[in-house]
């Protein structure tokens, strides 16, 4: 069965410093993926997508990730984190044949100034 | 683009009367629109997938008595909380299908229950 994996529950930065948070995807062929973000009592905001092609791919806020597929991993990454980055970030999977999506446990980000 | 609204953002009632959330897609026609389910600090839970016509499927677990689901047209999907109680307080956020997978996600509702 497919599944996603968010290994960092909580991670915390400073403002200005480089973010990487980690996804990890279990599925045999080639995954629809998302990065998501949400702000306290908000509904989900898509950041980036992926779906096949170039394997960095670009988001709003300057956001970007890579899918690595050796690695089966999708890890969200920003050079210099803002304090409006604070939120909670979900990492998302497209269910085989049906347009179901499986979200991982999400990282909550908080940021120093 | 792909904007979709929910109403109310927020709704306290008593228990054991019924709560309607409305979702609905402002700006283009939904194919599928979901129903989760978020408890604080956690992650989304799928409810139910709805097409307009159609009857709703539930995942398992979810009461599809308590839980209605009402897709009445490509823009429009109730929630309807029948007997609420105040285990079924939470966040309520539906979702809608513009293509195939990828999915646009609504303001949420909070549900109290008292």
């Known amino acids: 069965a497919q599944s996603v994996t968010q290994p960092d529950i909580h991670i915390t930065v400073s403002e200005g410093a480089s973010l990487e948070l980690r996804c990890n995807y279990s599925y045999g062929a080639t995954p629809y993926l998302f990065w998501y973000v949400q702000s306290p009592g908000q509904g989900l905001q898509l950041l980036l997508k992926?779906?096949?092609?170039?394997?960095l791919v670009q988001g709003i806020k300057g956001f970007e990730a890579e899918f690595k597929r050796s690695q089966s991993s999708f890890n969200l990454r920003k050079p210099s984190v803002h304090w409006s980055d604070a939120a909670e970030y979900f990492c998302?999977?497209?269910?085989?044949?049906?347009?179901?999506?499986?979200f991982g446990t999400g990282t909550r980000l908080q940021v120093f100034p | 683009g792909a904007v979709v609204s929910q109403h109310p953002s927020r709704v306290i009632c008593k228990s054991g009367t019924s709560v309607k959330i409305e979702c609905r897609s402002l700006d283009f026609q939904a194919t599928t629109m979901f129903w989760y389910r978020q408890f604080p600090k956690q992650s989304l839970m799928l409810m139910a997938t709805?097409?307009?016509?159609?009857?709703?499927?539930?995942e398992q677990g979810v009461e599809k008595d308590k839980f209605l689901i009402n897709h009445a047209s490509l823009t429009l999907s109730t929630l309807t909380v029948t007997s609420a109680h105040p285990e079924d307080s939470s966040f309520y956020i539906c979702s809608a299908s513009l293509l195939a997978v990828e999915q646009f996600f609504g303001p949420g509702t909070r549900l109290t229950v008292l």
């Open positions: 709805s097409n307009e016509g159609s009857k709703a499927t539930y």
């Open positions: 998302a999977v497209g269910v085989e044949n049906t347009d179901k999506l499986i």
């Open positions: 992926y779906f096949s092609g170039d394997t």
